[in-house]
């Protein structure tokens, strides 16, 4: 369990996160309104070179021209509908050729068996950060 601090200490371990990511790397980020999820996905991004990144909350999901590219999505909108998986499915969303990081991330399973979770508690100030390995590519991962 990791604790952090402020918004820039959650972009750092966002980079560091970034730093060890590839191609077909899919991240499910788990927490509440105002845990930091955005923070995160600003330093993942950062590892590729984006400068700014926004919460895709109303497109659901953004693509950035990174090599590989870089998916952001946001799928509070689809857990909120009717039938999330349709909704997902419709998105057509090729997480093979590129990362995929997926704010409110309990869709991760449907999109990839291997993925990272990183879930985020923010009952205090201070963040406690969790990672779990989903599948053989994430065995004994690490910051």
Avoid: Q
Wanted: negative net charge; aromatic residues 6%.
């Amino acid at each position: 369990m990791l604790t952090i601090d402020s918004p820039s200490e959650m972009k750092e371990l966002g980079k560091k996160i970034g730093a060890k990511l590839r191609m077909g790397d899919v991240v499910a980020l788990i927490g509440p309104l105002g845990a930091g999820k955005t923070e995160l996905t600003k330093g993942i991004g950062a590892a590729f070179g984006i400068t700014e990144i926004t919460s895709p909350t109303f497109v659901i999901a953004r693509s950035y021209k990174t090599n590989p590219t870089f998916i952001h999505m946001d799928a509070y909108r689809l857990m909120a509908g009717s039938n999330p998986l349709a909704e997902l499915e419709d998105l057509d969303l090729n997480s093979e050729s590129a990362i995929t990081v997926i704010e409110w991330g309990d869709l991760a399973s449907h999109i990839s068996n291997e993925y990272l979770e990183i879930k985020i508690d923010r009952s205090d100030d201070i963040r406690k950060v969790e990672i779990i390995g989903h599948g053989p590519r994430w065995v004994g991962f690490s910051i």
